[in-house]
Structures are given as C-alpha cells and as structure tokens.
C-alpha cells in the first residue's frame, strides 16, 4: 500500500574538504549523540572528514567524526556555518548505520520558518572521492497511531529514532531506510534510492508477522529497543532486549517480520521499567565483518551461582555474560563464549579497575569472540567517575585492550565584560567546570552504533 507523499531528492553536496587520511580502523563505535563544533573541543584530524550539504533552507550543514579504534568511542560533530551563535543543543543525533554510511538526525534553531523540528541527512565516506552528505526528503506520512486531525498530520514530518528505523547501503547508489512501528498493528515506512538522480518517495507497507509454534512470549508486549543491519543478506532486525528480533527484508513487495526468540528466557513477572539496569544497557545485537549474527547479555548472578538480581553486598556485581550465535538456515542459536565477573576481574591487565558490572556491550565487528565494554563506578555521588572502555575476547578468555572513554570537553570560554549578564555566562562556565573536570567522564547513558564507515576515509 503506497500511501500519498510528497515526492523529493537526495539532495547531494560532495565536501570541499582535503583529500581524507587512512584510517587504520576496520570499525568504530559511535556515540548516539553528536556534538556542536562552536561548543565543543575539535580535534584538528576531524578535518579530514568533514562533509558538506545544504539544508532544507539552504543553510550550509558541516559533518565530521573524530575517530577512534574499539574499545575507545568516536563522535560526530555538527557545525552550521551560516547560523553563527547557535546553541549546541541541536538534537544532534547517530541514528543508524551501514557499510559506508551513516544516517545523522540535525535540527536549525534558527530557521523558525521551517515545519519539520528535525532533517535527516546520510553522510557517505565511500564513492571514491572525499566525503559526502546528502538530505533526506521528509516523510509526511502519519503515525499509525496518531488520531489527530489528517490535515494537521500530513503537515508535520515523521521523527525517526536510533530505536525504531534502520539503514541498508548496497552498491554506489542503492540505499534503504525504513521505520517500523507495532501498534495498533505492524507498519514499514521506507525510503529507497536505486540511482543518483531518482526521484524518492516514503511508502508505507504493512508486513505480515511469523511466530513460531513455540513461541513463548506469553502477553509480553514487544517494544523495539534497536534497528541492526544484516548487510549479507540486506535485512533489517529489530530488537526487542526483552523477548527477541523481527528479521525483514524491508524491500520485498509483501515483506515479513520473521520472529527469533532470544536465546534467554523472559522473565513475565518481572516487568522491564522496573529493572534497575534496563537491557538495553546489558545486552546487544550485532553483525560480524562475515556477515554472522551475534547476541551478547550481561546477566547479574547471585553469590550462589544462579541467574539471579541480587541485593545482597557480597553479590551485587556479580555477573555473567554469555555470546551466542544466530545460524540464518535453522534460526537457532549457539553458544560461543560465557565469562564470569570472578573471571574478568582476574585477568592481567583489569587490576586498576572498578569491580563492576560492565554496561552497553558491543559485538566487534572484526573480532569474531570480542565484545566491548564499559567500566565505571555508578552513582552520581562516586567519588571516582571515570569511565573505562575494555575489550575481551570471550572464548580465550583474554583482555585485549583497556582505553579511557573519551568525553568531550567543552573549549574554555572567551573573556566577557558584559556586567548585565546575569546567567547565561554562568551556567556555561558551570557547564566548562563539569565537563572539563579529567576526574569525571559524561556519557549519555544510550550507548553505540557501531559502523564500518571508517575503512572507506
């Protein structure tokens, strides 16, 4: 069912910027949210890849990362040249990934005449040249679930979030983002370009659900938790951490959700907002540079040995994480790898750092048995708030690499001598104190994207 839209282009602008340097990365991991280039301290190897592109107002809009191998964590910075004097909170946003590309979510402060809150742009380092960015045209087709007025709806376009919409790259020029929502019913909107000069349109599709005869989710309600890309096979797999995935090819005429339970048992009495530590910052579903299906979890363990949360002193970051391995013919999972918190903490090289349960696991994308991970004390009132980033291969049981996470700072403010200003010059040099302080690391507590699109710089 093609619903009606108002058709568009990629509008594509190449970057003026120096040829880019070879990045040594196979993959990186990306922060969810960028940052302000006029706000934020710039690496100066940033530069090598900057692209450019214009806005729906025609305001020019520069993207860049700095780059960093796993475990360590890289960053995109924004930066509108035309609006001199805008804030950085943009709502600057990674919102998905795939082979040379990366889909960015930006929003003009200072364009109050235009209708959509944000743009969406898809940066490319690929294509045999320098970096560049092109505009999505914005979808206007409404929610499933909004009730509101028809003609209030069509005039204000769709957000996507890292949660619900996924990116595909396939060739020079074949691309495909789609969206899914579940309620009341299951519903695809995608956006596919097959050629540099093609016209797009946004199309909804309502794909058909298959569950297994098995299927043990009782009344669990699905809610999407992350959109991953199985470039081998150019599928999209939403995730639900609590239950399991929704694998579809999102450009089939009459696509279907096919369902794979996790290989862990939901537990129905235990309802996921009441989790202390939600799953999505302990379990994480990722793809191999072969192509291969992975599933990570974190899981606490009581000091007896089960799977269970504990309050108890002696346990209370005790874990276990387990790597699985999804096979694509049978759907079914493997165990490849269980390490116990007793067991990472004894490792050579881990002497320094907190006795924690680690967060926000990443499958490598290079490593066939590594996963990354986070390390820090919790708390706001820890004395110690510096965050680790570690990588540990599950299968020998090794620990490969230890890195400070690298949180942005902000550049030091100029000299004012406006007496009149009586609060703005105060909460940044608060905000220059905070963040700026090398005991304390900020992180945005959503996690990583990881993405292949370094090895094209």
């Known amino acids: 069912m093609r619903s009606p839209q108002q058709p568009g282009t990629m509008d594509t602008q190449p970057s003026d910027a120096p040829a880019a340097a070879v990045y040594p990365g196979c993959w990186v991991m990306l922060n969810h949210r960028g940052h302000g280039r006029s706000y934020y301290c710039y690496p100066a190897e940033a530069e090598n890849s900057v692209a450019t592109c214009l806005s729906s107002a025609g305001k020019s809009i520069q993207a860049s990362f700095r780059l960093e191998a796993p475990p360590g964590n890289s960053a995109l910075f924004l930066d509108w040249p035309d609006v001199p004097g805008l804030d950085e909170f943009q709502g600057t946003e990674v919102i998905a990934a795939h082979g040379d590309s990366v889909l960015i979510q930006a929003r003009d402060r200072g364009d109050v005449a235009s209708s959509a809150p944000f743009e969406y742009f898809v940066y490319r380092a690929g294509g045999g040249g320098p ?200 759907m079914t999972w493997t165990t490849d790898g269980v390490l116990h918190s007793d067991e990472l903490w004894a490792l050579p090289g881990y002497e320094d750092l907190p006795r924690v349960t680690p967060e926000f696991p990443v499958i490598s994308m290079e490593d066939t048995d590594a996963v990354c991970l986070m390390v820090r004390h919790y708390g706001l009132d820890a004395p110690d708030r510096r965050i680790w980033m570690i990588k540990v291969d599950t299968r020998s049981k090794t620990l490969l690499s230890v890195v400070r996470y690298n949180t942005a700072r902000y550049k030091e403010l100029e000299e004012d001598n406006n007496d009149d200003d009586d609060g703005q010059s105060r909460y940044r040099a608060q905000l220059l104190r905070r963040h700026n302080d090398e005991s304390h690391d900020h992180f945005d507590d959503i996690g990583f994207i990881p993405s292949e699109f370094s090895k094209y710089l």
């Open 131 to 330: 970096p560049s960015m092109s505009r999505l045209p914005p979808c206007y087709v409404p929610m499933p679930w909004d009730t509101r007025d028809s003609r209030r709806r069509r005039r204000e376009p769709r957000t996507m979030h890292s949660t619900d919409t996924g990116l595909l790259r396939r060739g020079a020029h074949e691309l495909a983002v789609a969206q899914l929502t579940m309620y009341p019913s299951p519903e695809l909107c995608v956006l596919r370009s097959s050629g540099p000069h093609r016209r797009l349109e946004w199309e909804t599709k309502q794909p058909s659900v298959i569950y297994p005869d098995d299927d043990a989710r009782g009344d669990v309600r699905w809610e999407t938790d992350a959109a991953v890309p199985i470039g081998a096979r150019f599928l999209i797999c939403w995730v639900d951490y609590f239950i399991g995935l929704l694998l579809c090819d999102v450009l089939d005429d009459e696509p279907v959700l096919q369902y794979v339970p996790l290989p862990v048992e939901p537990n129905p009495q235990r309802h996921r907002r009441k989790l202390e530590r939600p799953f999505k910052n302990a379990r994480n579903i990722g793809t191999t540079a072969g192509g291969a299906v992975r599933f990570v979890s974190v899981d606490h363990r009581c000091c007896c040995g089960g799977l269970l949360e504990s309050n108890c002193p002696r346990s209370r970051f005790f874990f276990t994480l387990t790597t699985w391995t999804l096979d694509m013919d049978s």
